[in-house]
């Protein structure tokens, strides 16, 4: 089965840092406008999810959601979240560390697109 969101190793050490601060995590990616659409880190359940967005599946323990407006132009890469040096403008609970993480896509090989994990659109 492949895998529709993966992270780095870099980008895992931070969410195991940010859970032992915070308790249980979860992500979202909204795709709004500049810092907007980077994945973002939030408590379990302190971000609302809907109907308007789509459970892209699990990364270092964590549910990544995506916006349902978003995902259409995505659907056809797997992503990865990675970390980075800097600060953003949003409410992610990395900020504060001095980083922050950001989506790496790739578009699937036609193997992978076969076997793609299903999602809820």
């Known amino acids: 089965m492949t895998e529709r969101v993966l992270i780095t190793p870099e980008a895992e050490k ?4 940010l859970r032992e601060l915070h308790g ?3 992500f979202h990616q909204s795709g709004g406008c500049c810092d907007g659409s980077q994945p973002m880190c939030f408590p379990k359940g302190e971000f609302r999810v ?3 967005d789509v459970l ?3 990364i270092a323990g964590c549910a990544f959601f995506m916006s349902r407006d ?4 995505w659907q056809h890469t797997q992503l990865t979240i990675d970390v980075v040096p800097g600060r953003g403008a949003s409410f992610s609970l990395e900020i504060p560390l001095g980083v ?5 896509s790739r578009l699937y090989t036609p193997e992978e697109a076969s076997d ?4 809820n659109v």
């Open 24 to 26: 249980e995590l979860m």
């Open 100 to 104: 922050r993480f950001i989506t790496r």
């Open 70 to 73: 978003q995902f259409e132009y």
């Open 50 to 52: 809907s109907e308007s």
């Open 14 to 17: 931070v969410v195991d840092q």
């Open 116 to 119: 793609l994990r299903a999602v």
């Open 56 to 58: 892209l599946g699990e």
